[in-house]
């Protein structure tokens, strides 16, 4: 059985507003507490993949999560977010990330874009900066102006829209909903 997540996830995996029949993917998953998190949420036909980039983080969201794994609860996916094939199109109900840089970096167009095309039509896409240790402003990318720059990139996409900024400074959360 997976252990309880951190504090300071969650807050975070509240914050999803979770029904539990979701299909959810996680961007930069590792080390997998929010995966442990939710995947006893999951009920029916609700299953989270995890996606991470780095071999290592692969190894430690599995370990972390072999039971939700064996049970098919989860799947761990060793990949870049721009490579993920958008096959079916529109296959998850929500995408979320933690502290992950890929939006306020380059090449920002293409991986919302990538993030568009996988969530189906209603779908939500969360992004969160900041959440950590007692949630304060020490936050990775946790102030106003990675928040204007990761939605002024939501914005730019023709397939997102009702992006929203919550939070002037850590934590901070982004969401927008797939037309």
Not at 145 to 171: E, F, H, Y
Request: charged share 20%; net charge positive; glycine share 12%.
């Amino acid at each position: 059985m997976s252990e309880q997540p951190p504090a300071h996830i969650a807050r975070l995996i509240r914050r999803l507003e979770l029904t539990g029949t979701e299909r959810i993917l996680e961007l930069g998953a590792a080390p997998g507490a929010a995966v442990a998190g939710i995947g006893p949420l999951l009920t029916g036909d609700g299953h989270i993949t995890a996606l991470d980039r780095s071999a290592v983080g692969v190894r430690r969201i599995r370990e972390r999560n072999q039971a939700l794994v064996d049970a098919g609860r989860v799947t761990v996916v060793q990949q870049d977010l721009t490579t993920l094939a958008p096959e079916p199109p529109g296959r998850f109900d929500l995408i979320f990330a933690s502290n992950v840089n890929v939006f306020w970096t380059q090449p920002r167009k293409a991986n919302v874009d990538a993030l568009a095309a996988l969530l189906r039509p209603g779908g939500r896409l969360r992004l969160f900066y900041g959440y950590g240790p007692g949630d304060g402003t020490d936050g990775v990318g946790g102030g106003r102006d990675t928040g204007s720059l990761v939605a002024a990139a939501l914005r730019n996409c023709d397939a997102l829209t009702a992006v929203i900024m919550d939070g002037a400074s850590a934590p901070l959360e982004i969401s927008a909903v797939r037309r």
